[in-house]
């Protein structure tokens, strides 16, 4: 089992001929996803090949879905096209849209994400690195060779730290990553991996890595204590961030007490959850408590 990822997923790849298309389609196809097309509305009936594999490209979403029966859509397309792809990827009823875009307006995200949930499209990110299910499906940019399918589930505002993590728990491994994106706004939040790691039979414990700035880490925090049976452990990435400097992701916005690492990590464990000072130490945390477990 796995969350939102399996290797039954259909994935188009919307901005597959261009520089970052290409490249990391050609890693997703290397760690077995199952790539069924690209979209470009210039190059509609060519194909691209990727060493063994010849991928068609078509001239839309609605097009790559009704002719190969693609569920997950990723997204490389530049900042400002973003939207209109993630509406057009709505509009043609893909289930899934993993919006690797950087740089994305705030008014551009808001809209895309109020199109999609309407339309019923969830969308991961943007400015991420996409999930991926070891073994099984990649979709985005996340290295697949750094870990293994295991136990735990994965959900981060951090690409890097998503990438360290897997890295430092590769000897247990993982059901599903999800690199939620560290916007201010986000299609697919803590709360939802949290609701579907608890769901995932796969997933005995949850990482969740978080950062300074907003509120997503408190909320998060209460919906364990209501919702989530499992164990969860938890980093918190801007202790040593100065007061007062903009740090890391757009989303890293702290006003006096509200958003620090601090007021994070006192909320998290006051709902039982364990939470590391550095990712080493958080990797610790998690195999000691799976040992416990056992």
Not at 133 to 140: I, L, R, W, Y
Not at 214 to 239: C, L, N, S, W
């Amino acid at each position: 089992m796995a969350i939102y990822l399996t290797q039954e997923s259909k994935v188009l790849v919307q901005g597959m001929t261009g520089a970052e298309g290409m490249k990391h389609t050609r890693r997703m196809l290397a760690a077995g996803t199952n790539v069924v097309g690209g979209v470009n509305p210039r190059k509609a009936g060519r194909t691209v090949d990727f060493d063994d594999r010849a991928v068609p490209v078509f001239g839309g979403v609605a097009d790559g879905m009704a002719r190969t029966g693609a569920d997950v859509t990723v997204l490389f397309v530049p900042p400002a096209y973003a939207k209109a792809a993630v509406v057009e990827a709505a509009d043609a009823g893909i289930p899934l849209a993993v919006v690797i875009t950087e740089g994305i307006p705030v008014h551009d995200s808001v809209a895309l994400h109020a199109y999609a949930r309407h339309k019923g499209t969830r969308v991961i990110g943007p400015n991420c690195p996409g999930l991926i299910t070891p073994g099984e499906s990649n979709a985005g940019i996340i290295p697949a060779d750094i870990t293994k399918p295991g136990r735990i589930g994965l959900v981060s505002k951090s690409g890097t730290l998503t990438y360290q993590l897997m890295y430092e728990l590769r000897d247990i491994g993982f059901s599903t990553c999800v690199g939620i994106g560290g916007d201010p706004v986000v299609g697919t939040s803590h709360i939802d991996c949290l609701a579907a790691f608890q769901d995932d039979p796969q997933t005995e414990l949850v990482v969740l890595i978080g950062e300074i700035g907003g509120d997503a880490e408190e909320r998060a925090a209460a919906y364990i204590r209501d919702h989530v049976t499992k164990p969860v452990v938890a980093y918190i990435a801007g202790f040593t961030a100065p007061e007062g400097r903009t740090m890391g992701h757009a989303g890293a916005i702290v006003s006096g007490s509200s958003g620090t690492a601090r007021a994070k990590k006192e909320a998290l464990e006051a709902v039982g959850v364990r939470v590391g000072s550095t990712p080493t130490e958080t990797a610790r945390l998690v195999t000691e408590r799976l040992a416990d477990g056992e």
